[in-house]
RNA sequence: GGCGACGUAGCCAAGUGGUAAGGCAGGGGUCUGCAAAACCCCUAUGCCCCGGUUCGAAUCCGGGCGUCGCCUCCA
């Protein structure tokens, strides 16, 4: 049984799918006006595992991920830079894409942009206008806040509170000050699509009712994005579908934590990000994108480069076991011992808790268990079998959580060189030449190989991660 | 000001009623030519503080203190 938290009602909730067997999720994509950082990561690898456990599970997962590829942010930027817009979003859309795909993190199954959506957009805003909750005034079209009685339930707050705060700015067209704009009449020279109500581009919110709905279905099963989404955003999203469908659209909310940058939210205005691109260049893939699962996902995320090394080197521990049974066969017998059991019940045991509201965090701690499991067996002399169970409990949990590191295409050294040096190094050490030998274990280390002395002889494999710095 | 979340060892972090996972760092061993890796042992009688409920609370309730978030663009 998977439960998950929904963030509407704040408790935990089965998992349901309205179709058995299939579930559908629609998450906010990004608005792509600049470089992606690593708060867009965070959902993006979260939403990853949830689709890879729930497929694990036995589901077909139909996932939807928009871009806001209008909206003022992008029209001011591309001013500042002097290019076309589309231009711009599409450049951005690209980087973000490929980011990801480093990343590990599955395409969606669909990438809706609004742009190629204002057919339907318009069409969903008049049918909110026929329904009266919705009102066209100069151009503009405002949804009719009041009309929903259970609006500010979503982000737990109540109307009035809000507009108690001063930085409502009232249109002049608005009925209420808390209306927001279904569609904006478009300025002097700002792409406009054509509509009943005279040229303009949709408001930020309707995009993803719309979105959802014709990618999805009215009802769809979860809805996903920042924290930082819930206001305005998905509580006005929720009012335009409850209106639209006379009925909920989403079964479960999904939010992801923020990340802080000492202990203060990331954000835009504060300009405290760092791009993925940046990142990228300072750690392997693998450690970024299992840093970010290597808290619960509801979490805030402190981003701090000394705890990514801390977390580096944690995944050192798990790299090392799979270089030393990456080629093991599958274990024929099982022995009797604690250690044993743990690697028997491994995958049950994991599993179960990402069930647990994808406690990735737990699934960790359970990985490790199982690393350090697998390491007594070896130790107890039980090799071929703590091997062979080893490689396939990774393998199964790498397949959701995406920890090992990609195969390099070609090692530092040549093969048949880093061989002979290898085994000119084993002759020295026959030879007691200690000199010798630790001269060819520095060259090798230098170039980014570990060497593991054994009683069975010498091991070399690729350092990964933190030991290269 | 309104609303909300959180506060677990030196650090990061799981854990929503049954007696504190996991990781990093640190100390002591085993192994080793040395080192690394790995293994073994140790490191919170206590989970911000004070009350309460309960046979029993880190976990529930009340009150403090502190941190953060939302109310404005944000994933």
């Known amino acids: 049984m998977i439960q998950v938290y929904d963030s509407l009602t704040r408790q935990m909730a089965p998992f349901k ?26 959902p993006a690898v979260v939403w990853d595992v949830i689709r890879r456990h729930l497929r694990r599970r036995g589901y077909v997962v139909t996932f939807v991920q928009n871009f806001t590829d209008i909206d003022d942010k992008i029209i001011r930027r591309a001013e500042e830079l002097g290019r076309p817009v589309d231009d711009l979003a599409t450049e951005y859309m690209a980087e973000y894409h490929q980011i990801l795909d480093h990343l590990g993190v599955m395409p969606p199954d669909y990438a809706p942009r609004v742009t190629e959506n204002i057919g339907p957009i318009v069409e969903y805003i008049e049918a909110l206008i026929q329904k009266g909750k919705a009102y066209a005034a100069r151009g503009d079209v405002y949804f009719r806040v009041k009309s929903d009685p259970e609006y500010g339930r979503l982000s ?52 993803c009712s719309a979105m959802s709905m014709r990618y999805l279905g009215a009802h769809f099963d979860m809805h996903g994005g920042g924290m930082d989404l819930i206001f305005p955003h998905h509580e006005n999203e929720r009012a335009q579908s409850r209106a639209y469908l006379e009925d909920e659209a989403v079964t479960l909310w999904v939010h992801s934590g923020l990340i802080t940058r000492g202990d203060v939210k990331m954000s835009k205005s504060l300009k405290n990000g760092v791009t993925l691109g940046e990142l990228l260049d300072q750690f392997p893939p693998h450690v970024l994108r299992t840093y970010l699962l290597s808290v619960h996902y509801r979490s805030p995320l402190d981003f701090d480069e000394r705890y990514i090394q801390d977390w580096s080197r944690a995944l050192s521990r798990i790299d090392r076991l799979w270089q030393d049974v990456r080629e ?29 509201d994808f406690n990735t965090a737990r699934a960790f701690a359970i990985v490790f268990d199982m690393v350090n499991a697998a390491h007594r067996g070896i130790d107890q ?36 060189l880093l061989q002979s040096v290898v085994s000119a190094r084993d002759g020295a050490r026959r030879e007691r030449n200690w000199a010798f030998s630790d001269a060819l274990r ?18 070399v494999h690729r350092r990964s991660l933190h030991d290269t710095n």
């Open 17 to 42: 799918p309205h179709i058995p067997g299939h579930v559908s999720i629609y998450t906010c994509g990004v608005t792509p006006y600049d470089h992606s950082h690593i708060g867009h990561a965070r």
């Open 156 to 207: 737990g707050r109540k109307l009035e509170d809000m507009l108690e705060g001063v930085r409502v700015e009232v249109e002049p067209g608005k009925e209420y000050p808390g209306d927001f704009a279904l569609w904006k009449s478009a300025g002097a020279g700002e792409p406009a699509w054509p509509s009943p109500w005279g040229p303009g581009r949709p408001g930020w919110h309707i995009e």
């Open 328 to 356: 093991a066969p599958p274990a024929r017998d099982v022995a009797d011992g604690d250690w044993a059991e743990t690697l028997v019940g491994f995958e049950e045991q994991f599993l179960a808790a990402l069930d647990d």
């Open 381 to 416: 002399g039980n090799g071929e079998m703590a091997r062979g169970l080893a490689r396939r409990n990774l393998a199964v949990a790498d397949d959701i959580l995406g920890f090992l590191p990609e195969q390099p295409g070609t090692g530092a050294m040549d093969e048949a």
């Open 442 to 459: 520095t060259i090798l280390t230098d170039a980014g190989y570990e060497v593991l002395d054994g009683a069975d002889g010498t091991r």
